[in-house]
């Protein structure tokens, strides 16, 4: 911060001498923009203000695999749930075409295109990549919870 102190000084003098001295006018045009330069060096080298508060913008990618303070996916499964019952909150009773995407003991998974939503119901007899079709049956954001039952 000395050095731009010290560089607006001597171009301040410098244009005060082309002022002042008939013969020496052309150092207005080295030191005029030399002294802003040095202004603004001297700004940018400031100390910033710590009582500021400081913004942090996310996209929430990285907020979201976090729980009290460990990184956890299954913070992710909860946030997921939550905005598939937001999404799906008040269209009971429809019904949706759906594709199979895995299967295992606790039934099926399905994604359905329209929302895009994927979501766990029990079929039986169905393999990966069948297409299904699915009625809500209700959706409760409060819980995090969708259930759909097979209709085809």
């Avoid at 005060?16 to 052309?26: E, K, M, N, R």
Wanted: hydrophobic letters at 50%; zero cysteines; glycine letters at 6%.
């Amino acid at each position: 911060m000395l050095v731009p102190f010290m560089l607006l000084l001597l171009s301040l003098a410098g244009v005060f001498v082309a002022f002042a001295l008939p013969g020496w006018s052309d150092l207005i045009m080295v030191a005029g923009p030399a002294a802003l330069a040095s202004l603004y060096l001297l700004l940018r080298a400031r100390p910033a203000r710590q009582d500021r508060t400081a913004w942090v913008i996310l996209d929430g990618s990285n907020v979201m695999h976090w729980h009290d303070g460990t990184p956890n996916l299954a913070t992710v499964r909860e946030v997921l749930d939550l905005a598939e019952a937001v999404v799906l909150s008040g269209r009971e009773g429809e019904i949706f075409d759906a594709v199979v995407v895995d299967e295992g003991e606790w039934g099926v998974e399905v994604q359905i295109s329209d929302p895009a939503v994927l979501v766990r119901t029990s079929a039986r007899r169905v393999d990966p990549g069948d297409d299904l079709r699915v009625r809500l049956v209700s959706a409760d954001p409060e819980h995090r919870t969708v259930d759909f039952e097979r209709v085809s």
